[in-house]
Nanobody
Framework: QVQLVESGGGLVQAGGSLRLSCAAS????????MGWYRQAPGKQRELVASINRGGSTNYADAVKGRFTISRDNAKNTVYLQMNSLKPEDSAVYYC????????WGQGTQVTVSS
């Protein structure tokens, strides 16, 4: 069974930066499009960024120009660099395949103070 382990979250002031990492325990990582999702209290989980196996990326409008998704297939790891953070970015962040087919990990909490 695939395991996803997210890390790198924390408490940061508005305007600050964080870099999230997600390690996947599967050799099929490299052939899958991957995504970063977030879920704020009382809200549905939403996709914020995705990257296909060729490295092409897509972003939700709310994070475009501030977040950058990348991947290292040799390490089975996907990253999310988050800059110019806003309080509304506060949420638990998860990674998964682009369509969320693997079991979800525990996520990593991001809290942005104003």
């Amino acid at each position: 069974q695939v395991q996803l382990v997210e890390s790198g979250g924390g408490l940061v002031q508005a305007g600050g930066s964080l870099r999230l990492s997600c390690a996947a325990s599967t050799s099929s990582f490299s052939i899958n499009a991957m995504g970063w999702y977030r879920q704020a209290p009382g809200k549905q989980r939403e996709l914020v960024a995705s990257i296909n196996r060729g490295g092409s990326t897509n972003y939700a409008d709310a994070v475009k120009g501030r977040f950058t998704i990348s991947r290292d297939n040799a390490k089975n790891t996907v990253y999310l660099q988050m800059n110019s953070l806003k309080p509304e970015d506060s949420a638990v962040y998860y990674c998964n395949t682009r369509f969320g087919v693997w079991p979800w990990g525990q996520g990593t909490q991001v809290t942005v103070s104003s």
